[in-house]
């Protein structure tokens, strides 16, 4: 499958790159190739990953504490949000 990045994420990968290069720089390359290994883990076999209370698909990223959201819609993935620990997620609510 193909994936479509809303601008919400794009600008939430961004965010998140940053941050993790102020813990320490070169954090947020690592914290960049791991978003896209789990994205091709996605578009492998999204239905291997269950929608839950948010109506979303969730994939947890395997060496940061972030979680890809992500819809299928036809012969995509639509990933809708990248959430790192302690950020809400109730702002899925707004994202298509």
């Known amino acids: 499958m193909k994936a479509i990045l809303t601008p919400e994420t794009e600008s939430d990968l961004l965010r998140g790159i940053e ?3 102020r813990i ?3 954090l947020g390359d690592q914290f960049e190739l ?3 290994n ?3 883990r996605i578009k492998q076999g ?3 990953f269950s929608a839950n209370h948010t109506g979303y698909r969730p994939c947890r990223l395997k060496r940061f504490t972030a ?3 992500f819809r299928i819609d036809g012969d995509f993935v639509v990933v809708v949000g990248l959430f790192t ?6 702002a ?3 994202r298509e």
């Open 19 to 21: 941050w993790f290069d």
């Open 92 to 94: 899925l609510n707004s």
């Open 85 to 90: 620990s302690g950020e809400d997620e109730s």
């Open 46 to 48: 999204p239905n291997l």
């Open 67 to 69: 979680v890809i959201y």
């Open 24 to 26: 320490a720089p070169g």
């Open 34 to 36: 791991e978003f896209f």
């Open 38 to 40: 789990a994205l091709n």
